[in-house]
């Protein structure tokens, strides 16, 4: 049978991989995973499990940086080069880089196992729907295939590839329900759509029987700690959330964490969690400026609506964290501190901020051009190496931007001080600030998850972050 070697240069658990590995085994196949971007440890490995192919899963922050792996690999290795994920099913010209053989578009599970089915018997690849592959220097664009819209056919999670890595450390991780309904112009639902337009339903749930089954890998495999139910669209169907909340009480003792769009984030909804062993949610505030959300995010609830969601949590006694965004398009500085001034009125329990990084492909990339906060050739080339880094877009100044990213957090969570702080956001960041910065964000991070520092999760938690320290996004 075949076999194909993984390399991921993140150490966090990436949900497609487990998928990819449980198709693999299920006809057969083999899967192995190698952690890291050490080129010289990378070609060891291809030594020893002498793989079929090479599969990289690239999201467009890693893309600059898995090609240049993947050149080297290419140097020293005649071997067949996969590329799947976000990057390549969004731009699938990747292709023609010469480190790349073949790329995946869509979701990959069926087509890895056609893959491998083809290598195992030496038949060509170019009739397997969502690759396209090189052949005589042609590029076969194979059509994408149905999305699969009984989610119980793809074979149950597999999460055995990261076994004896620090990434088994991080949360359980679940995914029950696919797809994402809304339009927001940062994100690559929207293209996503578009592409698998009149092949089946975008937004789709595993049965509760099946998604409890997903649950039980999660627990199987990670440490203990609550579980990150991390679908998009937790609250659009509050039916089959209150059966499968149902279940879930009674598979484990082990409280979770799900993710609220505000506008799903219902009384009803909430009063349904409240009733089971709901750790904590995460909501996306994004903007406190309400002209930013609508015209630059399009998202378009009120701040009213964020503190009525906000009073019911608090109420309810569920502890929320929120994402928001610094450095969008036409934010002003004022704006940005309308964004901490809301969470201080919500008294949000874990507020995260990061500088936005503008993505290309995506809506909000249009409208940044059009207001000439970018130049009209913006391209993957110009994304700054982290978004913790600064910002590309025009009219931000990234001394003031640093240190408010830098005093946002401590700002919320002592608003008594919060003119104090804003005095010093117009001065440049030190070194000793930025450590600052850190320190909060992975304590509070900490705290929200396990409630009080344990020596026992401390130790593990302490590890899968000093594994992701040089993580880009």
């Known amino acids: 049978m075949a076999k194909i070697l993984m390399i991921q240069i993140q150490a966090y658990p990436y949900i ?56 080297k690999i290419k140097e020293q ?35 890895i196992i056609d893959l491998l089915d083809a290598l195992d018997q030496n038949k060509p690849l170019d009739n397997i729907a969502n690759l396209w592959v090189k052949r005589n220097g042609e590029i076969i664009r194979n059509p994408i295939r149905p999305l699969v819209e009984n989610l119980d056919t793809i074979p149950l ?30 994100c690559f639902n929207e293209s996503m759509r578009k ?11 595993f049965s509760t029987e099946r998604a409890i089954e997903e649950t039980k890998q999660a627990l199987k495999y990670f ?38 769009r505000p506008e799903l984030a219902t009384e009803h909804v909430i009063k349904i969690i409240s009733q089971y062993n709901c750790h904590s949610v ?32 608090h109420n309810a006694g569920i502890p929320f964290k929120t994402y928001n965004m610094l ?24 507020p995260r901020a990061v500088i936005f990084t503008p993505l290309p492909n995506t809506k909000i990339v249009d409208i940044a051009i059009h207001h000439g906060c970018l130049e009209p050739d913006f391209d993957i080339k110009d994304i700054p190496a982290s978004s913790l880094q600064g910002s590309i877009i025009k009219g931000i100044d990234n001394t ?20 104090v702080f804003r005095k010093r956001s117009l001065r440049k960041p030190s070194l000793v600030l930025k450590l600052w910065f850190y320190i909060v964000y992975v304590y509070y991070l900490y705290v929200y998850l396990y409630g009080k520092i344990r020596l026992k999760y401390f130790f593990s938690f302490t590890k899968f972050m000093w594994a992701n320290r040089n993580t880009k996004v």
């Open 16 to 71: 497609g991989t487990a998928y990819l590995n449980a198709a693999a085994r299920s006809a057969g196949h083999t899967m192995v995973l190698h952690l890291g971007n050490n080129i010289n440890n990378i070609l060891k490995v291809i030594q020893r499990e002498q793989p079929d192919c090479i599969g990289f899963s690239m999201m467009t922050s890693f893309m600059n940086e898995i090609l240049a792996i993947a050149r």
């Open 77 to 111: 290795k005649k071997i067949l080069m996969v590329a799947g994920g976000p990057h390549p099913t969004l731009f699938p010209d990747i292709i023609k880089d010469p480190s790349i053989d073949a790329i995946c578009r869509g979701e990959g599970e069926f087509a």
């Open 157 to 186: 999670i597999d999460w055995s590839c990261y076994v004896g890595t620090p990434v088994l450390t991080s949360s359980p991780l679940v995914f029950p329900i696919r797809g994402c309904p809304y339009s927001c112009t940062y």
């Open 195 to 205: 592409i698998y337009q009149g092949l089946g339903p975008y937004v789709r749930c």
């Open 223 to 260: 440490q203990e700690s609550p579980v990150f139910l991390c679908s998009d669209t937790f609250g659009i169907d509050t039916d089959w959330m209150e059966e499968f909340l149902k279940c879930y009480t009674k598979l484990t003792s082990q409280p979770f964490i799900l993710l609220l």
């Open 282 to 313: 995460a909501i996306g505030v994004e903007s406190g400026s309400e002209r930013v959300r609508r015209e630059i995010l399009n998202r378009r609830y009120t701040n009213e609506l964020l503190l009525r969601v906000a009073s019911n949590l």
């Open 327 to 350: 450095g969008l398009p036409t934010e002003t500085e004022d704006e940005m501190w309308e964004t901490i001034d809301l969470n201080i009125q919500m008294k949000a329990d874990v």
């Open 400 to 419: 003031i931007l640093l240190s408010t990213l830098y005093l946002f957090q401590t700002a919320v969570l002592l608003p008594r001080f919060r003119d």
